[in-house]
């Protein structure tokens, strides 16, 4: 039986890195892929290397790369897998979720908590179970690390060291690693798709943690700065804006600028119709983001502005608007989000 054939995308990270003599870890040009066992166990792979650092220091523009090199070869791959730093990785999900829709077949996004040139390293595990789902019946972006295979636009990084440092709180795992990979039904299978590429996003968005009694002049100073296009508010319990922030976000909306409020609560959503600190800040134009994540929220915003760049003033805010609330691939619930509690 012939194997899938699978493309595997470097972008650097801890996995690759390597200690110096002061004891820090940093980008190396070592090959490590050869260090996974068993690779072509599952699949004929490919391997590429798209950049080498930090994931700290990943760009939209990076991410555009990656989304472009599995666009202009999706007919010749059944999967793809992009090796990525821990720190980013769910924006990145969250941004190739966006950046390439309808593709019917699984990316695949991990990476490493200690570098395969370490004792101990989680590295060749997550890369090798990520190969396995890229052959999978998957047709979604999403991230395999430790024991779970999760849904990448709903995924956040949960611990600094642990081998399952990421969760998808308001969604349960799309699959378990073990001796096999057990899928779930809630997962999106593969599906002929007509993919499309879109990687113009407006990256001149801002995000604004609200800080109890804090000045609010920084939030001030960007409604007002005109190389902000938009930004996303960091907000209370089911998405409590403070009051002093009201004016801001009307002139905000008046110049054309979404304000999209999102919940800084791991689970539940930004339901702004419960107190009178949400639906005041409604009144003056915020845009709730539901159950999004803060990291699917900032660049699904940035999609959006980038889509309505024909647009100005209040036009510009009601197609904004419509694009944050459509589900494009699972990242935003229509009705109430699901609560997943681990055993």
């Known amino acids: 039986m012939k194997k899938p054939k699978v493309l595997v995308l470097g972008t650097g990270g801890t996995v690759s890195q390597k200690r110096g003599r002061d004891g820090v870890f940093r980008p190396a040009d070592e090959p490590y892929i050869k260090k996974v066992s068993h690779l072509d166990r599952h699949a004929e792979v490919t391997f590429e290397q798209v950049a080498n650092i930090d994931s700290t220091n990943m760009t939209t523009e990076q991410r555009a790369e990656v989304a472009k090199r599995i666009f202009q070869s999706h007919r010749d791959y059944d999967g793809f897998v992009v090796i990525h730093g ?13 950046m390439l829709q309808d593709l019917g077949k699984p990316i695949v996004l991990t990476g490493a ?24 019946d998957l047709g979604e972006v999403c991230i395999c690390f430790g024991e779970y295979l999760l849904r990448g636009n709903r995924s956040v990084k949960i611990h600094e060291s642990r081998f399952n440092a990421f969760e998808s709180p308001k969604i349960g795992p799309i699959g378990e690693n ?26 001149h968005v801002e995000v604004y943690h609200q800080g109890s009694g804090t000045s609010t002049s920084i939030f001030e100073r960007a409604v007002r700065d005109q190389e902000v296009h938009g930004m996303v508010i960091v907000g209370y319990g089911a998405g409590n804006v403070q009051s002093r922030l009201v004016p801001g976000i009307k002139k ?92």
Not at 178 to 199: M, V, W, Y
Not at 268 to 285: F, L, Q, R
Not at 315 to 338: F, Q, W
Request: some cysteine; hydrophobic content about 35%; proline content about 4%.
């Open 113 to 136: 908590q200690i570098s395969i040139f370490e004792p101990d390293s989680d590295a060749e595990h997550n890369i090798y179970r990520s190969v396995r789902a890229a052959t999978k």
């Open 86 to 98: 821990t720190d980013t990785m769910a924006d990145s999900a969250a941004a190739l979720s966006l």
């Open 178 to 203: 073990g001796i096999e990979l057990i899928l779930k039904e809630h997962r999106i299978k593969r599906f002929n798709g007509d993919p499309r590429l879109f990687t113009e996003f407006d990256t």
């Open 252 to 343: 905000a909306t008046e110049l054309g600028k979404p304000a999209v409020v999102v919940t800084g609560c791991l689970v539940g959503a930004a339901d702004m119709n419960v107190y009178e600190v949400g639906s005041e800040p409604i009144k003056a134009g915020a845009i709730p983001g539901g159950d999004m994540t803060l990291e699917t929220s900032l660049q699904k915003l940035m999609y959006s502005l980038g889509r309505a760049r024909e647009y100005e003033g209040k036009k510009k805010i009601e197609v904004v608007k419509s694009l944050l609330h459509r589900n494009y691939c699972g990242e935003i619930s229509d009705t109430a989000p699901r609560v997943y509690t681990r055993k």
